[in-house]
């Protein structure tokens, strides 16, 4: 499943880059290097390289992968 979540991982960042939200290699190598299925609850693995904010329990999410790269864009 690792290898999946890296195919995943990439095809995320190069949407990102298509629609304009990465816009540096900092962010772009930020998001490629982080794994996003390691902050979420395991049965959402699936669904960790959608880019939309996740469920993480206790009323709480991970924000969407274009609202990381909007903020991190403001400070790379």
Same mark, same amino acid.
């Given at each position: 499943? %690792? =290898?999946?979540?890296?195919?995943?991982?990439?095809?995320? $960042? !190069?949407? @990102? &880059? /298509?629609?304009?939200?990465? +816009?540096?290699? #900092?962010v %772009?190598?930020?998001? @490629?290097?982080?794994p996003? !299925?390691?902050?979420?609850? $395991?049965? %959402?693995?699936?669904?960790?390289?959608m =880019? /939309?904010? @996740? =469920?993480?329990?206790?009323?709480? +999410? &991970?924000?969407?992968? #274009?609202? $990381?790269?909007?903020?991190?864009?403001?400070?790379?």
């Open positions: 499943m %690792k =290898d999946e979540y890296r195919v995943r991982r990439r095809r995320l $960042v !190069e949407q @990102l &880059i /298509k629609e304009g939200r990465i +816009t540096s290699n #900092h %772009k190598e930020a998001f @490629l290097s982080i996003r !299925e390691h902050f979420i609850p $395991v049965e %959402k693995g699936p669904y960790a390289y =880019d /939309k904010p @996740l =469920d993480i329990g206790n009323g709480q +999410t &991970i924000s969407a992968p #274009h609202m $990381v790269a909007i903020m991190a864009r403001n400070y790379s």
